[in-house]
Antibody, heavy 120, light 108 residues
Framework: QVQLVESGGGVVQPGRSLRLSCSAS????????MHWVRQAPGKGLEWVAV????????NYAESVKGRFTVSRDNSNNIFYLHMSGLRVEDTAVYFC??????????????WGHGTTVIVS | SYELTQPHSVSVSPGQTARITCSGDALAKKYTFWYQQKSDQAPVLVIS???RRPSGIPARFSGSSSGTVATLTISGAQVEDEADYYCFSTDSSGNLLVFGTGTKVSVL
């Protein structure tokens, strides 16, 4: 069964760091692009970051560039979001999502249920 | 920064047609994707590459694009189509990805 499960969310003080994990099952992360998308309480979706196939190219939203980084553990099929210098405005539900594209978006077809980060 | 603009809300009666627009300067050259998000759920891809409907998405959902405006159409909207809808695309460089501002669709 193709599935994504996020973990690692919690309450953290401003300026601190947190690492989110996205565990994939039923498919190999290497064959897909992977995104992080967030949604602040009562707000719309905000794209955060993407790593394309083989992790050769990563892109970030301006709001997180220089503070957040993405990485993969290929042996365990886990996708990470490393967040540092957290701000109150980073409070959100964070979703990971699989992209059918290898080097550019072809649609995010599998999503996790999200993990909540509260910066306070 | 790059922005995709959508109407805040659209209301239709069951069986009517709902149209949601998405405006962005780069849409004439970049594909638009559409996502449906129901309350407290993860988003679902309903239209890919301007017009392509993924497997399992009802045929009443369709997409089109002309110039800098993409449109999601729900023909014969059902009560279960009530949700927030977001367009998604890239800027002209292809490196910056962005969701639209979102449209709340009410079917009542």
């Amino acid at each position: 069964q193709v599935q994504l499960v996020e973990s690692g969310g919690g309450v953290v003080q401003p300026g601190r760091s947190l690492r989110l994990s996205c565990s994939a099952s039923g498919f190999n992360l290497l064959g897909y692009g992977m995104h992080w998308v967030r949604q602040a309480p009562g707000k719309g979706l905000e794209w955060v970051a993407v790593t394309w196939s083989h992790g050769s190219d990563n892109n970030y939203a301006e709001s997180v560039k220089g503070r957040f980084t993405v990485s993969r553990d290929n042996s365990n099929n886990i996708f990470y979001l490393h967040m540092s210098g957290l701000r109150v405005e980073d409070t959100a539900v964070y979703f990971c999502a699989r992209d059918q594209g290898l080097v550019h978006t072809d649609g995010m077809d599998v999503w996790g249920h999200g993990t909540t980060v509260i910066v306070s | 920064s790059y922005e995709l603009t959508q109407p805040h809300s659209v209301s239709v009666s069951p069986g009517q047609t709902a149209r949601i627009t998405c405006s962005g300067d780069a849409l004439a050259k970049k594909y638009t994707f559409w996502y449906q998000q129901k309350s407290d759920q993860a988003p679902v891809l309903v239209i890919s590459e301007d017009t392509r409907r993924p497997s399992g998405i009802p045929a009443r959902f369709s997409g089109s694009s002309s110039g800098t405006v993409a449109t999601l159409t729900i023909s014969g909207a059902q009560v279960e189509d009530e949700a927030d809808y977001y367009c998604f695309s890239t800027d002209s460089s292809g490196n910056l990805l962005v969701f639209g501002t979102g449209t709340k669709v009410s079917v009542l």
